[in-house]
């Protein structure tokens, strides 16, 4: 029963490779390997234990989200604090790390300059 189950999964394996899987499109046409255009004005807002974070929508079709990063420092040490998808006015709001591990923000330390970057 093994060999013949292998069997039928190597002839599958050759057909697809040989036949493709159907459709007009390549493989090229599918994946969009271009990297998207640099995210322009991003500008962050300090409140109290908070931050909200805007950019000028990108308008490229394939887009599906933005990255957003934070760190201390304006060269180094950004990390992913989070993500949101596209849309007209998009924006973050960043409400600090979870400290105690409880699943909630504790909020941004006041007085600390925070830098940002989108992706």
Known sequence: M????????VALVIFVSVWGCGG???IQSLIDLK?????KNVQAFPADRKSRVSWTPNTEPALVGYNIYRST???QGFQLVGSTGISQSPFFEDLGPDLNGDGVPDGLVNNVRYHYKVT
Do not use: G, W
């Not at 093994?2 to 999964?9: H, K, P, Q, T």
């Not at 990297?35 to 995210?39: D, E």
């Open 2 to 9: 093994r060999v013949s189950v292998r069997i039928v999964l």
């Open 35 to 39: 990297a998207p255009a640099t995210v």
């Open 24 to 26: 007009d499109q390549n």
């Open 73 to 75: 420092s304006a060269q």
